[in-house]
């Protein structure tokens, strides 16, 4: 008597290599540094100081210009108040009431702002 085979069909393995996830590699760009002013207020000097450009990141001082600002034109009024329109245009010549500005040797961007108000 001839048994049949019994045929057990074994599922084959295939050796198969490990999937790796590579993360996508994304290329990101330069940052782009904003020329912000680095601070306002009472804590940055009349005076040029050292600071860190924000553009070129140039290390070294800065050179300050005066700008007119909210503390000129206050100034403008008091003084149109005060001497009935006289003397009202030193609020602009004079440099008191003005901001300083602070800007980099190299490139001229704004650093830093002081703010009379
Ligand atoms: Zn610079």
Redesign the pocket.
């Known amino acids: 008597m001839v048994q049949p085979a019994v045929v057990v069909a074994q599922p084959a393995v295939v050796a198969q290599p490990p999937v790796v996830v590579q993360p996508a590699v994304v290329v990101q760009p330069a940052a782009v540094v904003v020329a912000a002013p680095m601070a306002l207020g009472g804590d940055i000097p009349m005076h040029s100081f050292c600071a860190t450009?924000?553009?070129?990141?140039?290390v070294g001082m800065t050179y300050t210009e005066r700008k007119t600002g909210k503390a000129t034109h206050f100034f403008f009024i008091f003084l149109c108040l005060l001497t009935a329109g006289l003397l009202s245009c030193c609020a602009y010549i004079l440099d008191y009431s003005k901001d300083y500005v602070h800007k980099?040797?190299?490139?001229?961007?704004v650093?830093a702002v002081r703010k009379r108000m």
């Open positions: 450009c924000p553009s070129c990141h140039h980099c040797t190299a490139c001229h961007t650093v």
